[in-house]
Nanobody
Framework: QVQLVESGGGLVQTGGSLRLSCAAS????????MAWYRQAPGKQRDLVAS???????NYADSVKGRFTISRDNAKNTVYLQMNSLKPEDTAVYYC????????????????WGQGTQVTVSS
């Protein structure tokens, strides 16, 4: 089994910054795509940013230019640097990873973190 543990959420003022981290642990052979999603109260869960094993990135239009996703393959960790935060960024942020496990080397499994709250005050 693989677990994703998130950290870095909190309360900030408009225009502030936060850095989210998500560390994967367990019987990991490799990790393909890692991503961040977010879900605000009463709204759907949306993709914020993703990064491939080779470092290729994609961003939602709403965060492009403000957020940066990165990863440290040696630490099995993905980061989300969030700058110029707006109240509309308030949500629970979930990390996601597509993982090939040691025991199941021919398959890829999708894992989710527990979520971390980001609140941006007006």
């Amino acid at each position: 089994q693989v677990q994703l543990v998130e950290s870095g959420g909190g309360l900030v003022q408009t225009g502030g910054s936060l850095r989210l981290s998500c560390a994967a642990s367990g019987s990991i052979m490799s990790i393909n795509t890692m991503a961040w999603y977010r879900q605000a109260p009463g709204k759907q869960r949306d993709l914020v940013a993703s990064i491939s094993s080779g470092g290729s990135t994609n961003y939602a239009d709403s965060v492009k230019g403000r957020f940066t996703i990165s990863r440290d393959n040696a630490k099995n960790t993905v980061y989300l640097q969030m700058n110029s935060l707006k109240p509309e960024d308030t949500a629970v942020y979930y990390c996601n990873a597509d993982v090939t496990e040691m025991r199941y080397s021919a398959s890829v499994f999708r894992y989710w973190g527990q979520g971390t709250q980001v609140t941006v005050s007006s």
